[in-house]
């Protein structure tokens, strides 16, 4: 897997080269990353990259000719290969575990990360390909998005986990939330674990694992349960769960 990124602050992606399961998987050569940066594709003495936007307004606009030339040389460099072009951006599509998992079908990725008020909608119109959102907030820039991008593409790649199920058995990868989890000692501050999870029988322990998932979305996350298509026998159990709970 190889991610280009278009960024004025390439620094910031060291949390990811240097820290955690991406770190690991960036050292054993699981993905690939360079950086690009549209200051380097500019023409005057103060590498301007930005300018005030027509129709007046506050902040500043990424100019269309910085970043062309950044996608042109980009391109060149991954011939024959055609980049795939994601801007994160609050009007693009919300990124869901599903959505990641389609992505991975791209052996190349390209990030085009965003500042100020946004970029010059003529650039967006001819070189990207999507736009993702990571959620409904705003943030200073596109690299934070890029990177919890990146992070949920870099656990689903061979290897990059110690256990494969534990991308298999996370949240979402089923469309439900995961189940609680307990770790030693059995007995904290007079809170113990779950009977049916000391006792060692695999059979009961799924079982409970995922009815936990379904009670625990349906409580907490009401709109993910209303995505899947249940049976009139698969929602009485589920409100039996739910009861069960209360």
């Known amino acids: 897997m190889r991610f280009d990124v278009i960024t ?18 960036y050292q054993n050569g699981l993905f690939e990353l360079q950086f690009w940066n549209p200051r380097d594709f500019t023409f005057d003495r103060h590498q301007t990259v930005d300018d005030r936007p027509y129709g007046g307004g506050p902040g500043m606009v990424m100019m269309y000719q910085p970043l062309k030339d950044t996608f042109s040389a980009l391109t060149q460099a991954l011939a024959p290969q055609k980049p795939h072009v994601i801007y994160l951006s609050p009007q693009g599509e919300p990124l869901t575990q599903q959505k990641v998992e389609s992505l991975m079908q791209h052996s190349q990725i390209t990030l085009l990360c965003g500042r100020y008020e946004g970029i010059d909608e003529r650039l967006l119109q001819t070189c990207v390909d999507e736009e993702i959102c990571v959620g409904d907030f705003v943030v200073s820039g596109g690299e934070l998005p890029a990177m919890m991008l990146m992070d949920a593409m870099i656990r689903l790649l061979p290897g990059a986990l110690n256990h494969q199920q534990s991308a298999e058995q996370d949240s979402f990868s089923d469309g439900l939330l995961d189940c609680p989890h307990y770790t030693r000692p059995e007995i904290v501050d007079g809170m113990a674990v779950p009977k049916v999870l000391v006792e060692g029988h695999h059979a009961k322990i799924n079982a409970w694992r995922e009815q936990q998932k379904w009670v625990r979305t349906a409580t907490r996350r009401p709109d993910l349960i209303k995505k ?12 039996a769960w739910v009861k069960l709970a209360d």
């Open 8 to 25: 004025l602050f390439d620094k910031m992606f060291e949390a990811l080269t240097e820290q955690g399961i991406s770190r690991r998987a």
């Open 228 to 239: 899947l298509a249940l049976t009139s026998e698969q929602r009485q159990r589920l409100d």
